[in-house]
């Protein structure tokens, strides 16, 4: 049974930084994707970056240059690196998962509907 926890978020004034963990259990060393995407009030969710078991990674337009995404190896929690947080970024934040050897759907045409585990969100609030 695939368990995805995330944690690390918070308040921070825009220009600040955070990093969300997502510590995952029961993806074991099999092939799978896992992303990254967001929810703010009143809005769809939108994908904010993925990573593929090869290693790549892919990040919507909006967060490129300031949001890592990474993953040491198996055993390690999902991470993203945010820097330089605006006030757009609020939003609660989910990791998911996918297993499967197909590559990572695109973080900036995803909706998150490729993906079949999903973690609980941790809220990410920036104010200006």
């Known amino acids: 049974q695939v368990q995805l926890v995330e944690s690390g978020g918070g308040s921070v004034q825009a220009g600040g930084s955070l990093r969300l963990s997502c510590a995952a259990s029961g993806l074991g060393y099999s092939r799978h994707c896992m992303g990254w995407f967001r929810q703010a009030p009143g809005k769809e969710r939108e994908g904010v970056a993925a990573l593929d078991s090869d290693g790549s990674t892919n990040y919507a337009d909006s967060v490129k240059g300031r949001f890592t995404i990474s993953k040491e190896h198996a055993k390690t929690p999902l991470y993203l690196q945010m820097h330089t947080l605006k006030p757009e970024d609020t939003a609660m934040y989910y990791c998911?998962?996918?297993?499967?050897?197909?590559?990572?759907?695109?973080?900036?045409?995803?909706?998150?509907?490729?993906?079949?585990?999903w973690g609980q969100g941790t809220q990410v609030t920036v104010s200006s």
């Open positions: 998911a998962a996918r297993l499967g050897t197909r590559p990572c759907p695109s973080p900036g045409k995803s909706r998150g509907y490729e993906y079949n585990y």
